[in-house]
């Protein structure tokens, strides 16, 4: 490499030094690499700060040769102008290094591209064994025909070409139909890059309950404003319930989607009351760290309980029409806004939704405050959200079919309808699923 041209090497994020009586490894999930004792050496001042690779000592070219082909070296070209590029390994090669660039390279369809936050352009895939970061602007220009051998004006030729070759080393650009197989072709980028990022595979960032929002806000409140004013609910007999409700195998066996309602028989006030206490009440609150702790029917990570129950009120007998949100600590339904234009919306988008004649009974709108789980969580908070609501559907469906209610969980609804109609900014509350519920029609479909 010539002079005006050079490397920096740095141990790639998340990698640590383990020792125990088998000897010294380098470990970063899934991937481990035995080092001896005189590499530690070597290693340790790779993981502190990145080094100049022409400056390290010529005994540690081995080493150095073994880290890049198992993908532990953060490696940063650099040119006449400063840096070039970063190739950021995220796990182990899934190929071998290749001696050029072949032709007809593309970016893949999975591959985005990104701001990095300290400058530059990060390109990312969830099918690439590793990232590449663009630091030289000019350079950015392989990025939309990376076919181009010819480097864009301004641009050292090398660099040019060096950077084409690590896109299509770390996956991140391809040739030929990558679609041949239809293992390849069911995924969209959007669904593949949130399962595997959400499943910390390869994300190559910090991952689970860190913690990490306590740098910047306090706990989110566990309990949102009250909502005025408020509709006092029966609470139904437990004991009762304990003794007279179907067994649960029965109420499996039985359960099923319910998209039509009995026009002539509405949902009362008590069954929505006793509904909603057997699915979404407050049982317990609790304290830990400062962090408030709940307790419901259904479990939820973490104890933290972020989604919420707002009823849209249309044919419910002892309710006026309206959307309200559910309080299950009080056991009570504080109004948020009487019928407009936005609840119809939101009813006339369930009906078309479930395949329905009529509009619900009750729409049951499932929100989640983010921030209950973000604050926590890094890298799997909107998964956990998703992976709690469906244990909220399913309680709804157990509870509606012990109760010879009529209930459907729905896949999709009118989200910018409930945003108008609250006011809230969805970044904080957002529509995460919706469940209809009402009398079961007399001759369902």
């Known amino acids: 490499m010539s002079q005006d041209r050079w490397e920096t090497l740095r141990l790639r994020a998340g990698v640590s030094v383990v020792h125990t009586a088998a000897g010294t490894h380098l470990v970063g999930p899934p991937d481990h690499e035995p080092v001896t004792a005189q590499e530690v050496v070597v290693v340790r001042a790779l993981a502190a700060a990145e080094q100049r690779a022409d400056a390290l000592a010529p005994s540690a070219a081995p080493l150095l040769a073994r880290l890049r082909r198992g993908g532990w070296l953060r490696v940063t070209a650099h040119g006449p102008g400063g840096p ?34 300290d400058g530059g352009l990060r390109v990312t895939s969830p099918r690439a064994w590793a990232e590449v970061l663009v630091r030289e602007p000019a ?22 070409q060096r950077l084409r070759r690590d896109l299509c080393w770390a996956g991140l650009a391809v040739t030929g139909d ?22 910390g595979i390869g994300v190559g960032q910090r991952y689970g309950a860190t913690y990490w929002g306590r740098a910047y806000a306090p706990p989110p409140a566990g309990r949102p404003p009250a909502r005025r004013p408020v509709v006092a609910l029966p609470r139904p007999d437990l004991d009762r319930l304990r003794r007279d409700d179907p067994t649960l195998t029965a109420v499996l066996e039985a359960r099923r989607s319910a998209r039509e309602h009995h026009d002539g028989r509405p949902i009362t006030l008590d069954q929505l009351g006793e509904f909603l206490f057997r699915c979404a009440r407050t049982v317990l609150v609790g304290d830990l760290d400062g962090v408030e702790l709940r307790a419901r029917p259904y479990p939820s990570g973490g104890g933290l309980h972020e989604l919420e129950v707002y009823v849209v009120a249309d044919r419910v007998a002892g309710l006026a029409a309206g959307t309200y949100h559910y309080d299950g600590h009080d056991h009570a339904l504080g109004l948020v806004r009487p ?22 009974q009750a729409l049951l709108v499932v929100t989640a405050r983010f921030g209950r789980l973000m604050w926590k969580y890094e890298g799997l908070a909107y998964a956990l959200a998703l992976k709690n609501l469906g244990v909220l ?16 969980a729905l896949g999709a609804g009118a989200p910018h309808a409930f945003t108008h109609l609250t006011g809230v900014d969805p970044l904080v509350e957002d529509v995460v699923g919706e469940f209809t519920l009402g009398t079961v029609a007399q001759s369902p479909r």
């Open 393 to 408: 559907v399913q309680t709804m469906y157990l509870a509606a079919t012990a109760m010879g209610l009529g209930g459907c």
């Open 339 to 360: 019928p407009d234009g936005a609840s119809r919306r939101l009813l006339h988008a369930a009906r078309d939704s479930a395949g329905a004649e009529r509009t619900p």
């Open 84 to 117: 070039v590029h970063t190739l950021d390994p995220r796990q182990r090669p899934d190929r071998p290094e290749p001696d050029g660039v072949p032709p007809g390279l593309r970016l893949s369809r999975f591959t985005s591209i990104v701001a990095a936050p």
């Open 139 to 160: 350079t950015a220009a392989v990025l939309a025909h990376p076919a181009t051998e010819r480097p864009a004006p301004g641009v050292d030729a090398a660099a040019w």
């Open 178 to 199: 990558e679609d041949h197989d239809f293992h390849v072709r069911q995924w969209s980028p959007v669904d593949l890059e949130f399962h595997r990022r959400s499943r």
